[in-house]
């Protein structure tokens, strides 16, 4: 695939880097066409680690794997997943995934103000958290959170803009009442 953005895949304890385009992926790995290649051909044997952080038109997604096969003459690799694909981290903070207790009231750009729910975050950054917001009839713009970090006395009370909001059903598909902002 000429076309497709390079990825950079990390392969070995050493953690050196060389870069393929995305040729195939499925439920098991995923098939690189390998634009570099390593000074020792040791260290992409089959077995070894890899970590390949692969870019794609809609995003960057980091794979920890392990090499299944090279293929010297047709310069491809076969990376077998050892763990899920997860999003590579866009943003400048880092995000933890945490279960914090918070409080949130949803506001919205015409001026109504719902009442405050309790929530539990899926993830928190100096930047920012995920909620899911069972009780809202539409997106909000804004919220006030308030919650307490894990060992601190005192409770925090901000207000933020809502970056992101979609909108699901209790079982997890589009289109219901409930947002994960």
Known sequence: MAGAPLSQIAVGDEGLMIYGRLVNL???????SLESLPAR??????????????????????IPGTVISYERDA???LVGFTESIQPAQRRRAQRFSIAISMSVRPRYDDGRIDPWQQVTSK????????????????APSAADIKFR????????????RVAHARQFDIDGRSSGSPFLL
Do not use: F, W
């Open 26 to 32: 499925n439920a098991c790995g995923l098939l690189l």
């Open 41 to 62: 051909e040791e260290v992409i044997a089959p077995g070894r680690s890899s970590h390949v952080t692969l870019n794609m038109a809609h995003g960057n997604y980091q």
């Open 75 to 77: 310069k491809t690799l």
């Open 123 to 138: 993830d928190l950054s100096v930047g920012g958290t995920r909620l899911e917001l069972v009780k809202c009839i539409a």
């Open 149 to 160: 970090l894990p060992e601190q006395r005192n409770e925090l009370k901000i207000s933020c």
